[in-house]
């Protein structure tokens, strides 16, 4: 009986560690989301809130106890006067267990912007109003990429597990 040769499990082996090395890198992304960094937090006052649109979604969430299913609003701001373009984005967590899953959902979720994808875990969970400490979270999008501030804004994604 003869079974898998020896370097053929070494190879396969070695593809994985390279794989998973490749993967924590950042090596290897989505190709259907534009590229952009995460760049941090920004305050956001009460008057800079007012440059920010509503965008509403609906999330699901899978666990143990059940589904749930609801709805939420982000708000997105898009900045494309700079070099690169910024976005910037937060979610309110005014809904106790509810809001908590509503992130959840959004930590796996696409923001289409007009015909570009990015990955909605940009977004900032926050517990304050404007103006009063709330920041919100940041992505700079690559070179090229230039949507524009009045650019659709839509959130998609599937049911995610908690």
Wanted: proline letters at 6%; hydrophobic letters at 45%; one cysteine or more.
């Amino acid at each position: 009986m003869t079974g898998i040769p020896r370097w053929a499990i070494l190879l396969l082996a070695a593809a994985l560690v390279l794989y998973g090395i490749a993967a924590s890198q950042g090596w290897i992304r989505d190709p259907s989301l534009a590229k952009a960094d995460y760049v941090g937090t920004i305050d956001v006052s009460a008057d800079d809130a007012k440059l920010y649109r509503a965008v509403p979604f609906e999330w699901q969430v899978t666990s143990a106890a059940g589904s749930f299913k609801g709805n939420d609003t982000v708000h997105v701001r898009i900045d494309p006067s700079g070099e690169r373009t910024v976005m910037c984005g937060w979610v309110l967590l005014d809904k106790a267990g509810a809001s908590i899953r509503a992130t959840r959902w959004l930590s796996e979720a696409r923001l289409a912007v007009g015909d570009i994808k990015v990955t909605a875990l940009f977004i900032a969970p926050v517990d304050k109003k404007p103006g009063d400490g709330l920041n919100a979270g940041c992505l700079r999008l690559d070179e090229g990429i230039r949507p524009g501030a009045d650019a659709p804004l839509k959130l998609e994604g599937n049911p995610v597990r908690e």
